[in-house]
Each structure stands twice: as C-alpha cells, then as structure tokens.
C-alpha cells in the first residue's frame, strides 16, 4: 500500500508536471543560474580536482566524526557557547523552547536554516506564542504565503516579481511594484526594526570547524550576520555532519559552495563565530547556544553503504540538474530537503517504509552524481534504496508474479502459448485504448504500452536459419 505521502506527492507532482507556466518559470530562473555556474567553475584550476579535494577532506571528517565534534565542543564550549546534543527533532525544539521561556522572549529572529525546517520549529515556536520571523528574504516570502522553501537554497524560486509585489501589498500594504530593487527594500525597511526588537536569533551554520572552535555561515543579504549579532542571545541548530577538520578546508568549501550553489564566485557576507561576546569585544550576543543535532544522522553514519550521503554541504545544484525537481517543482516532494538528495536521505531521516516511493522519483540519469561538488553518488543510492524498498515490501504479489514468469519462460512451448494470447489481447487493447472502456486507461494516459515484438528471438533465429 502506498503511504499518504506517496499519494500526495502522486497528487502534487502529477498537477504540477502538466502546469507548462510553472515549469517555464522553473526552467527560466535556473538558466541564469547554470550560465554563471558555468562560468565561476572555469576560475577553478581544475574542478575535477577540487570536487576530489572536496570529498576527502569530507569523507575524513565524517569517519571521524567523533573526534572532530568533540574538538569542535571543547574549543567552543571554553569561550563561553553553551552546547546541548539533542538526539531528536523533539529534544531540539525543548530545548529552544525551554531556552525562549527562560529568557522571557517574545520576538524570535532566525536566519536562513534548512535544519530549523526539518525539526518544525517555526511551528513549535509560533504554537508556543512566540513571534518568528525569517530574516532571509526567499524565507520570508514563502512564510507570508504560509508556505514551505521550495529549494534548498533559493526558497521562493517558484514566484514571480509580481506574485511577490502582490503578496507584500497584500499583507504588507506597501504599493504594487516590478522593481526588484524596490521588493528588496520593502523588506529591508521592514526587518530592520524587527532585529532591534528581537530577544533571541537563531541561525543555522554551514560548517563547523573543529581545529577552531568556530561556525562559519555564508549568505548574500547580510541578514544572518545582524540576526547572529544583535538579540542578546544567539543560537545555532546545525546537524552533526557540518563539522570540517581544518580553518584552512573553507579556502575549498566557501568557493565551491558559492559556485554550485548559486553560480558564484564567493557569496557576500561569510561570518565566523567562535562565541559569545568575550569581555574585549564591544558587539555580539551575550549568550551564544550550539545545539547539534543528530535526528537519525549516526544510523546514516552506521551504514557504509551510504553514508557518503551525510558529506553534504546542502548547495542544491543536484536539484538544479534533476530532470524531475525541475518539472514537479520542490514543493511536490513534502520534505524538508528535496531533489535528489532528499530523495536519498529522506527515507533515513523519516523512514523508508514512508518515503520510499522519492527512490522511483529518479530517471537515475546520473546528472545529480556528476554534478555534485562532494561527488556523493547520489543515483546510485537511490538504486540503494529501492533495492531496501523492495526487500522491505511484503511484495507477495510480486513475488507471485515472478514466479510465475520463472515457471513460463523455463518451458518454451508454453511461453510461446502465452505470448501468443498477449499478442492477440495487445491488438485488442489498441482498438480500446484511451476510451471509457480500457481498463488501463489510468496507466496508459501519461504512457505508451510496449509492443509486444511481432517475433520471438527463437522464432527470428530459427527463420534466419532457414
Ligand atoms: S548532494 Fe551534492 S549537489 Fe546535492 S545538495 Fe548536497 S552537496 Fe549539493
């Protein structure tokens, strides 16, 4: 039996896939993209090399994941960061929850962070009566309009100058404009006092350096900067893969997270944070919290098979290249983390007996893995997948069928008998096909049956031969 979330992916992704505007919008605003990244590649010496780089450096740092995450907790916890290792999605929201109760906070300002989404803690906080609001204008977008980031790293790719002009005058009053300039400043105007009035902010971290103690965020607004910088108190949700080995990795990883992930060369704004303010420092929060979170990352960690999955660096140019996230949208997928790596992950994170069904969202044409900066290789996991999928479905029916097909083509006369009959029924079939009366109609209106080949390779060998 499908799970809902398999039913409801069939539901989105079918309706999306035949809406041609969205996918002109989708192909149209990742054209630009590709043009750049292109570009910012050929300033590598050598890409090749520098993915291979990429990969080592994170293939050391995830299989000794231990020792780097405790070189990275003692170098920060001994500037004053207060840590807390949540096993759960559930341990990390109490945490923050309980941190927002202690700290009487009523406004909560948060930079972009995908690991936020895949815990709900916008959900949890706004339940709990607090005021949320992203910092990030594709976050903030997609939260006026109450929904989820359609990509990992652009969120409100989906939406038109227009639809967002509308939207602002909508819940913002401001006066209708095509200007992107214009668009940005509305937010600008308004997300400034929010930052002032903010108790806490909370942010995400795209690496973790062990050597140094320190988190590093890259961003193009400035906006995580002013929401790590200016509540009293800051805290920073990141999984327990972002942690590289050496200050020294980031020379690789900043670039080539800017040029996969956005086409360019550097991103604007890349901040380090090794603490909360230290007693010479004039500016910075005065409380900084690190809470790292696991939510099934070690039993990912535990299977050799695919653990290259957690090397991650969520840059989202697989998602870009996926012949599928560019005709069902992200949204479609109903996960925190879509496209091809969210379809490899997801089932760990979640569940395979849930999620299996991302694995057949695949043309498994390989683009994703060559594309990859870290070279996960991501199509060959999602094979990894079905493969699990498959031993995990009762698949008694399957397993009928099989062997029944075992039993015919082991006996010669009676499967030339069957494909016979098929043959006559697939004529059959034709004259019916696509009318009230075809009783595969569901199936046959997005596909084109295979023929039946006219001749069997015995009986074709056998008229050679004559
Ligand atoms: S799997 Fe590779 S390409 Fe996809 S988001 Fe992660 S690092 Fe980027």
């Known amino acids: 039996m499908p799970s809902i979330f398999a039913k409801q992916f069939k539901e989105r992704s079918t309706k999306l896939s035949a809406d041609l505007q969205h996918r002109f919008w989708i192909q149209k605003s990742l054209k630009g993209y590709e043009k750049n990244r292109e570009e910012k590649r050929n300033r590598f010496q050598n890409w090749e090399a520098a993915r291979q780089s990429a990969a080592e450096t994170k293939w ?113 009053g401001s006066a209708e404009t095509d200007s992107p300039e214009e668009l940005t400043m509305i937010v600008r105007r308004k997300m400034r006092a929010q930052y002032c009035k903010a108790d806490i902010g909370i942010s995400g971290a795209n690496f973790a350096i062990a050597e140094t103690g320190m988190i590093s965020i890259t961003e193009n607004e400035g906006n995580a ?82 653990r290259d999955a957690l090397h991650c660096i969520r840059c989202g140019a697989c998602l870009n290249v996926c012949p599928i996230f560019r005709n069902v949208g992200g949204q479609s997928y109903g996960t925190t983390y879509q496209g091809p790596i969210g379809s490899v992950i997801t089932p760990h994170l979640r569940g395979l007996q849930d999620w299996k069904h991302l694995s057949s969202a695949s043309s498994l044409c390989g683009a994703c893995t060559e594309v990859c900066p870290v070279k996960i290789d991501l199509h060959h996991h999602l094979l990894h997948n079905r493969r699990n999928a498959a031993a995990l479905e009762s698949g008694r029916w399957e397993r009928r069928a099989f062997r029944v097909f075992a039993f015919l083509v082991n006996r010669q006369a009676l499967f030339s008998g069957v494909t016979m009959i098929c043959r006559f029924f697939q004529s059959f079939h034709r004259l019916i096909s696509g009318t009230k009366a075809d009783p595969l109609r569901a199936w046959t209106a997005t596909r084109e049956v295979p023929m039946i080949a006219p001749q069997s390779f015995r009986e074709y060998w056998k008229s050679r031969q004559k």
């Open 60 to 172: 050391e740092a995830v299989n000794h994941l231990d020792q780097y995450l405790i070189e990275f907790t003692d170098k920060i916890g001994a500037r004053g960061t207060k840590l807390f290792w949540a096993s759960t999605a559930r341990e990390a929201r109490e945490y923050i929850l309980n941190l927002a109760q202690e700290k009487n906070a009523r406004t909560i300002i948060k930079s972009k962070t995908m690991t936020s989404e895949e815990i709900h803690l916008n959900e949890a906080l706004a339940g709990a009566g607090y005021e949320v609001i992203e910092s990030d204008l594709g976050e903030f977008i997609v939260q006026l309009r109450r929904e989820v980031p359609y990509h990992l790293v652009f969120p409100a790719m989906h939406l038109t100058r227009g639809e967002i002009s509308h939207l602002f005058h909508e819940k913002l």
């Open 225 to 306: 900067r002013l929401t790590t910088a200016l509540p009293k108190v800051h805290v920073a949700l990141l999984g327990i893969e972002k942690v590289l080995p050496k200050l020294n990795d980031l020379a690789l990883f900043l670039p080539m997270l800017a040029t996969a992930g956005a086409g360019q060369q550097i991103t604007a704004y890349n901040s380090f944070i090794g603490g909360p303010r230290q007693s010479d420092e004039v500016d910075g929060p005065e409380e900084f919290h690190i809470v790292l979170l696991d939510n099934r990352r070690t039993e990912l960690l535990a299977d050799p098979e695919q």
